[in-house]
């Protein structure tokens, strides 16, 4: 049989939020901090995105608002919601970003002036919107662990979710299906699998936990948060076909003077199976999910215990997923300078 393998490789982040208390008051309209807007130095401008929440008990049909740096106004606009905005509602509005002189992060502030023409109510009627200047809008890697297993007769909505990510998103998405307990287990996994024993058990970029049959809106908010760097990875077998040697090059597209930055290298195989392997399914027959997605579907059709089910996205090794390997990239980082390492992954077979 030929399989496929698979190397991914994850940089981790993290993102914090606040909240305000309000009052409600006829036009007052409360804008939120926005996420990181990436502009490229060459760009007059990029659309970016920023919820408003209405704290009126009336009706808002248009605001008025300006966008700042340094105090310095960059512009005023008028918005116009395409249907009105009800009370206590929200809505997510687009603004125009212009490119800072040369690269790096800072702050535009966005205040709505006026809502339904008169002076806006809201105590706190501004908002940061987080800006990086780079030199080109690097794409955001999206990855999906599955904790699973063969004998988890509710994993089938797991297994559905992956497959209708990848069908849906090809090659934008990157799955690692993470088998406890069976004949997929993956060793090098287990001390991050033991935190949470619950299966299925599925998180996006390792800060969404998904819960449905589906995650195509999720996937597309984790796309659309963006990352400062581009990551491409190559891989290649030895001689033996024993060892395999993988360089990930990292293209940061910003200049950074610190690297807070840790890897984790994954390697997975598509298609494995066998005759004697079963995968039990509790869905079987559990027509209220039916027309959810056509791979769902597929495990309300199927029996209790399905034989010779394909596996995808499976790990077969992996590295730094507990504690990421750090100190790989140096400090101060260049745009636009290619990072490279090496590693290998030792005396790889294949289980199926």
């Known amino acids: 049989m030929l ?10 982040v993290a993102v914090f939020s606040s909240t305000v208390s309000v009052k409600a008051q006829d036009n007052s309209l409360i804008p939120a901090a926005g996420q990181k807007i990436y502009v490229p130095l060459s760009a007059k401008s990029v659309k970016g995105k920023m919820t408003v929440s209405s704290y009126s008990r009336n009706t808002i049909n248009n605001f008025d608002y300006t966008l700042s740096f340094n105090g310095k106004e960059l512009y005023s606009k008028h918005y116009v919601f395409p249907e009105p905005l009800g009370g206590y509602d929200n809505a ?31 105590t706190i009627g501004y908002a940061n919107v987080p800006r990086v200047t780079v030199t080109k ?33 090809g090659d934008e998405f990157i799955g690692i299906a993470v088998h406890t307990y069976d004949a997929l287990h993956c060793l090098d996994y287990s001390e991050k699998a033991s935190e949470d024993r619950s299966r299925p058990l599925l998180w996006m970029n390792r800060s969404r936990k998904l819960t449905y049959i589906v995650a195509a809106d999720e996937f597309k908010a984790e796309q659309a948060a963006g990352a400062d760097m581009d990551i491409e990875v190559s891989a290649m077998w030895d001689k033996e076909k024993n060892n395999i040697t993988v360089t ?3 293209i940061f597209r910003v200049n950074r003077e610190e ?78 300078e290619v990072l490279s390492h090496t590693y290998v992954f030792k005396n790889i077979k294949s289980q199926g």
């Open 3 to 12: 399989h496929r393998f698979y190397l991914h490789f994850m940089m981790l």
């Open 248 to 250: 990930p090059n990292v």
């Open 137 to 169: 809008v690097p794409k955001r890697k999206v990855v999906v662990e599955e904790y699973t297993g063969m004998w988890c007769g509710y994993c089938p909505r797991g297994i559905a979710l992956m497959e209708n990510l990848a069908h849906t998103f």
């Open 92 to 122: 997510i509005v687009e603004i125009d970003v212009p490119p800072y002189t040369e690269l790096g992060e800072d702050n535009l502030l966005f205040t709505i002036t006026k809502v339904n023409g008169e002076r806006n109510n809201a």
């Open 259 to 336: 690297a807070p930055y840790g890897f984790a290298y994954v390697l997975t195989e598509d298609g494995m199976s066998n005759p004697r392997w079963y995968q039990n399914n509790n869905h079987k027959g559990d027509i209220q999910y039916r027309g959810v997605s056509k791979e769902f579907d597929y495990f309300i059709d199927a029996p209790g215990e399905i034989y010779n089910l394909e596996n995808n996205f499976v790990a077969i090794a992996a590295e730094g997923v507990k504690t990421a390997k750090a100190d790989l990239l140096k400090a101060p980082i260049k745009a636009d």
